[in-house]
């Protein structure tokens, strides 16, 4: 195959994706553009830039890059050791913490919220012990609707992420340049200030803009558990378009979070193509080592403590919470979830809204798998391409960067913009999709395809190019070549994209706010509206949701790592 049929057939395979990038993220946000500078079918730039000049608008736009940064910080500060720890050493119960490690992050934000408000809300595990304990009269936490409240939970939500990518990565060092600067006479310290930080810096400061993406476009923990006192852009785009219903300013707010965003993901991209970073990779422990210094032994001992305490405490306290009532252990809770009283919040069985949940799981998964790996291929065979133009090799390297800021571009976009630009947009054919069920899962297969995307691509991007090369000169065509050589190597990636994309499926909570129907909530939807009601009953019941949500979710991790393990016994 010459090289224009190549090329050919490569735009051909990226086709679907960018169609339906344009139908279901472009055409929405465009039409949120319109409506900022358009308002009322006319041209009205002043008022985005009356909205730009407004102290109040401006203070939400700085608030929400400040906690976003101080997330991030706090996050590295106490992540990166763990990170050292798993790169360097092997201790027993490494697999087991590396699984608990990856929990938090799968897990959907209204659950994170609910957990830390089961751990040390007012009506929180701690106080209760706390004021049993020590007779005190009020509850000595008072955390509820502070700003700390919600960092602490964006550091819980986000550690596994900075250690799974920076870990994975400096594991992946040479060993040789750390002896070669030992040998030279270099100190551990200086060898690693010289040596190993430098060459760490790419996937610390990928894992790190991650996180700030993360954290700067936060939406369930910052409302459920900051309150009405304290709005991220994305917090304030819900009460502007759904509390107060100002959808032009809902629609500005809208293009500022997508510009700075766009701006965000394209750093990131750049920096991505250094560290190759996957959200869900095989550890790499060729260079471990048993810990043999009473230093490394207390290292590792007081990270695994912090991990505990951070990680497993508010999730034990979860599911604690929603088998505790007034008068000790209950099932009331659950039970209630399988009934509708005159006086509920829901049209159905608050239980139906798992099978609901479930079903827009499954579709969306299909649709993110398809669609994101059909992007992976793209951007890795134009890797490739880069390698064989040395002439070109420039040109070729911003082309893979700005396409892979384009694909990653609604990872970084809220949610919330996009089911505010659904409602907008897709109410009149031929994409009159607003009262469809398939809007659900459309939404949701937009918000994981970048995820399917960054867990297939560094495997196929780590693919020998010489492996292809010897299977298309022993006659293997291009489809071939991908089924008989790529999909072997890259199919437990694809597995865990798959799994993703149902995991953020199920706990999606800001465009399932605006597309879901009132007789078809979802799981997070369900729990915000027990939340946001007042009595024990309803606190109960979100605290059974939650829990059947986190145990949803995190199955299908667990069943990697029993595939795994199996694999492992086979060799």
């Known amino acids: 195959m010459n090289e224009q049929s190549r090329n050919s057939l490569r735009w051909l395979v990226f086709s679907l994706p960018l169609v339906f990038l344009a139908l279901f993220y472009f055409y929405p946000l465009t039409k949120i553009v319109l409506f900022s500078f358009l308002p009322e079918g006319s041209w009205q730039p002043e008022r985005l830039a009356k909205l730009v000049a407004s102290p109040v608008y401006f203070r939400i736009l700085w608030f929400t890059i400040w906690q976003a940064a101080l997330s991030t910080l706090l996050t590295l500060l106490i992540a990166l050791p763990a990170a050292y720890i798993f790169a360097r050493y092997q201790f027993r119960g490494k697999s087991l913490l590396q699984a608990v490690m990856t929990v938090p992050f799968v897990l959907p934000t209204v659950v994170v919220a609910a957990a830390f408000r089961a751990l040390l809300g007012e009506n929180g595990l701690a106080n209760d012990l706390l004021i049993n304990v020590f007779n005190f009269s009020v509850p000595p936490i008072r955390l509820d609707q502070t700003v700390y409240f919600f960092l602490l939970a964006h550091v819980f939500y986000n550690y596994s992420l900075i250690v799974r990518i920076v870990s994975s990565y400096w594991a992946g060092l040479d060993p040789n340049l750390r002896l070669a600067a030992r040998m030279l006479g270099a100190s551990p310290w200086q060898t690693f200030l010289r040596v190993t930080v430098p060459l760490l810096l790419p996937a610390i400061g990928s894992a790190g803009l991650l996180v700030f993406i993360f954290c700067f476009t936060s939406f369930g923990v910052v409302l459920i558990l900051g309150g009405p006192g304290y709005?991220?852009?994305?917090?304030?785009?819900?009460?502007?378009?759904?509390?107060?219903?100002?959808?032009?300013?809902?629609?500005?707010?809208?293009?500022?979070?997508?510009?700075?965003?766009?701006?965000?993901?394209?750093?990131?991209?750049?920096?991505?193509?250094?560290?190759?970073?996957?959200?869900?990779?095989?550890?790499?422990?060729?260079?471990?080592?048993?810990?043999?210094?009473?230093?490394?032994?207390?290292?590792?001992?007081?990270?695994?403590?912090?991990?505990?305490?951070?990680?497993v405490t508010p999730l034990m306290a979860l599911v604690?919470?929603?088998?505790?009532?007034?008068?000790?252990?209950?099932?009331?809770?659950?039970?209630?979830?399988?009934?509708?009283?005159?006086?509920?919040?829901?049209?159905?069985?608050?239980?139906?809204?798992?099978?609901?949940?479930?079903?827009?799981?499954?579709?969306?998964?299909?649709?993110?798998?398809?669609?994101?790996?059909?992007a992976s291929v793209f951007l890795a065979s134009d890797q490739g391409r880069r390698k064989e133009i040395v002439t070109s090799i420039r040109r070729y390297k911003s082309s893979t960067t700005l396409?892979?800021?384009?694909?990653?571009?609604?990872?970084?976009?809220?949610?919330?913009?996009?089911?505010?630009?659904?409602?907008?947009?897709?109410?009149?054919?031929?994409l009159n999709l607003r009262d469809s069920l398939a809007l659900v899962p459309i939404a949701h297969a937009l918000v994981a395809f970048p995820f399917v995307v960054r867990c297939i691509l560094p495997q196929l991007r780590q693919i020998p190019q010489s492996l292809r090369e010897a299977a298309t000169m022993l006659g293997a065509s291009p489809a071939q070549v991908f089924f008989q050589v790529d999909l072997p190597i890259i199919r437990r990636a694809i597995?865990?994209?798959?799994?993703?994309?149902?995991?953020?499926?199920?706990?999606?909570f800001g465009a399932s706010a605006f597309v879901t129907r009132p007789h078809t909530p979802t799981m997070p939807v369900a729990i915000f509206r027990f939340l946001g009601q007042p009595g024990e009953m309803n606190y109960g019941q979100a605290m059974a949701m939650s829990t059947i949500l986190m145990l949803v979710t995190c199955s299908g991790f667990w069943l990697i790592a029993k595939l795994d393990r199996s694999r492992n016994a086979l060799r």
């Open 403 to 430: 396409w892979d800021a384009l694909i990653m571009l609604p990872l970084a976009t809220s949610a919330v913009t996009l089911g505010f630009g659904y409602i907008i947009t897709l109410n009149a054919p031929p």
């Open 320 to 374: 604690l919470r929603s088998f505790t009532g007034q008068e000790g252990l209950t099932l009331s809770y659950y039970s209630a979830l399988f009934s509708t009283e005159a006086h509920s919040v829901f049209f159905v069985e608050p239980i139906k809204a798992v099978a609901n949940s479930v079903g827009f799981g499954i579709g969306a998964m299909l649709i993110a798998v398809v669609l994101g790996l059909m």
């Open 495 to 508: 597995l865990v994209g798959a799994i993703f994309a149902f995991s953020i499926s199920m706990g999606e």
């Open 231 to 311: 709005a991220t852009i994305e917090v304030e785009i819900y009460r502007q378009a759904v509390q107060m219903f100002n959808l032009p300013m809902a629609a500005a707010l809208s293009l500022i979070q997508i510009t700075i965003n766009f701006i965000l993901m394209w750093i990131y991209a750049r920096l991505d193509t250094k560290s190759r970073s996957s959200f869900y990779s095989d550890s790499v422990a060729g260079g471990a080592v048993r810990p043999v210094t009473s230093f490394a032994r207390l290292m590792i001992i007081g990270n695994v403590c912090i991990m505990l305490l951070l990680l």
